[in-house]
């Protein structure tokens, strides 16, 4: 059957009954023209709650350092220096689902964000746990860290709906900062946090602040020591409702003392040969859903091609040639298929 006009993101749970009620998270939905004759025949003894969710359409808000600050009246040199997106938006759609790793990370930074909204609602003092709601993903090019900060924010904002009433996220260009305006960057960094402050005043609005590229912001103060006012800067969250991203290529030239006030530090690895299979396989299946490829044989979940691998040659296949990419970031191997359809007959 085809979907309806409209993709509707939205949050069912299911509960598990031998561990008290905890809401499971299904994903995404797409609705069928009849869905109510398939929930009609559901023999299940639950109640399903749909909270559903409008995804904003309009894009990004951009600010430019100069329109927004007082730089240089002489130059005409412009940087973008924040975009504005109001969660959850379309921009963001399927990158949670999409994101593949070795590791836990996924769940580890929700459960991470889950405690901290707990532990803030349950009126615990910040000072005396120490807690600076500060992330920081550390890794190559490539691996993914700026699209999970996205999916994050993405998930827990359609997650804690029922919490916060609007969900925002403030993306901060960094880089342009310090390469267009050194001697400023300090000052524009401080002012560009209070107007972040003063959106987190409401307490009903969830902000995520992603700082890309945060070696700009804190590099190690033996290579600037200029720099080091913009780290203390990041003490200006101290609010509840503020989760503040950051990503780093560069461990190496990162501040101790920006290290020092993360509460969660991880790294983001190149994937292992079951991740790339797992990769090319939802890239096959994507494929084959816009009908460019036809496949004979299903590509099985990398569980089935381990417990009986003889029934899946095509499965096989694609893993050797997982194997044979290792090395290979998520970004690069994401670009293999259609590459390789491109060369095709097809």
Same mark, same amino acid.
């Given at each position: 059957?085809?979907?309806?006009?409209?993709?509707?993101?939205? &949050?069912?749970? =299911?509960?598990?009954?031998?561990?008290?009620?905890?809401?499971?998270?299904?994903?995404?939905? $797409?609705?069928?023209?009849?869905?109510?004759?398939?929930?009609?025949?559901?023999?299940?003894?639950?109640?399903? @709650?749909?909270?559903?969710?409008?995804?904003?359409?309009?894009?990004?808000?951009?600010?430019?350092?100069?329109?927004?600050?007082?730089?240089?009246?002489?130059?005409?040199?412009?940087?973008?220096?924040?975009?504005?997106?109001?969660?959850?938006?379309?921009?963001?759609?399927?990158? $949670?689902?999409?994101?593949?790793?070795?590791?836990?990370?996924?769940?580890?930074?929700?459960?991470?964000?889950?405690?901290?909204?707990?532990?803030?609602?349950?009126?615990?003092?910040?000072? =005396?746990?120490?807690?600076?709601?500060?992330?920081?993903?550390?890794?190559?090019?490539?691996?993914?860290?700026?699209?999970? &900060?996205?999916?994050?924010?993405?998930?827990?904002?359609?997650?804690?709906?029922?919490?916060? /009433?609007?969900?925002?996220?403030?993306?901060?260009?960094?880089? /342009?900062?310090?390469?267009?305006?050194?001697?400023?960057?300090?000052?524009? =960094?401080?002012?560009?946090?209070?107007?972040?402050?003063?959106?987190?005043?409401?307490?009903?609005?969830?902000?995520?602040?992603?700082?890309?590229?945060?070696?700009?912001?804190?590099?190690?103060?033996?290579?600037?020591?200029?720099?080091?006012?913009?780290?203390?800067?990041?003490?200006?969250?101290?609010?509840?409702?503020?989760?503040?991203?950051?990503?780093?290529?560069?461990?190496?030239?990162?501040?101790?003392?920006?290290?020092?006030?993360?509460? =969660? @530090?991880?790294?983001?690895?190149?994937?292992?040969?079951?991740?790339?299979?797992?990769?090319?396989?939802?890239?096959?299946?994507?494929?084959?859903?816009?009908?460019?490829?036809?496949?004979?044989?299903?590509?099985?979940?990398?569980?089935?091609?381990?417990?009986?691998?003889?029934?899946?040659?095509?499965?096989?296949?694609?893993?050797?040639?997982?194997?044979?990419?290792?090395?290979? /970031?998520?970004?690069?191997?994401?670009?293999?298929?259609?590459?390789?359809?491109?060369? /095709?007959?097809?």
């Amino acid at each position: 059957m085809e979907p309806c006009l409209s993709l509707c993101q939205v &949050c069912p749970c =299911v509960f598990d009954y031998r561990d008290k009620f905890r809401p499971l998270y299904l994903g995404n939905i $797409w609705f069928v023209t009849d869905v109510l004759g398939i929930l009609k025949n559901c023999q299940l003894d639950i109640t399903l @709650v749909i909270p559903f969710l409008k995804l904003t359409v309009l894009g990004p808000i951009f600010e430019n350092l100069k329109d927004v600050y007082t730089v240089d009246e002489n130059s005409d040199e412009t940087a973008m220096g924040s975009l504005l997106w109001e969660l959850p938006c379309t921009e963001f759609e399927n990158l $949670w689902e999409n994101l593949i790793y070795d590791s836990d990370l996924k769940n580890e930074l929700m459960s991470y964000a889950h405690a901290l909204i707990h532990l803030s609602d349950k009126g615990a003092d910040m000072k =005396v746990i120490n807690v600076n709601r500060l992330i920081i993903l550390l890794g190559p090019p490539g691996t993914g860290k700026t699209t999970l &900060c996205r999916g994050v924010a993405q998930h827990l904002s359609i997650r804690l709906n029922s919490r916060f /009433s609007s969900s925002v996220m403030v993306e901060i260009n960094s880089h /342009s900062l310090f390469s267009k305006w050194f001697s400023e960057s300090g000052k524009l =960094v401080l002012k560009m946090f209070d107007q972040i402050d003063e959106m987190a005043e409401d307490g009903k609005c969830l902000v995520f602040v992603l700082i890309d590229e945060v070696e700009s912001l804190g590099m190690s103060r033996d290579a600037s020591t200029s720099r080091g006012g913009a780290i203390l800067s990041l003490d200006h969250f101290g609010r509840s409702n503020v989760i503040v991203l950051c990503t780093s290529n560069l461990e190496d030239c990162l501040d101790r003392a920006l290290l020092d006030r993360a509460d =969660v @530090v991880k790294h983001v690895g190149q994937p292992s040969a079951t991740a790339l299979y797992s990769i090319l396989a939802r890239c096959i299946e994507e494929l084959t859903r816009i009908k460019v490829v036809t496949t004979e044989e299903r590509i099985p979940h990398v569980r089935e091609l381990k417990d009986n691998a003889a029934m899946y040659p095509a499965g096989c296949e694609l893993m050797e040639l997982a194997r044979l990419a290792q090395g290979l /970031s998520g970004r690069s191997i994401r670009q293999v298929p259609a590459l390789a359809w491109s060369k /095709s007959d097809g």
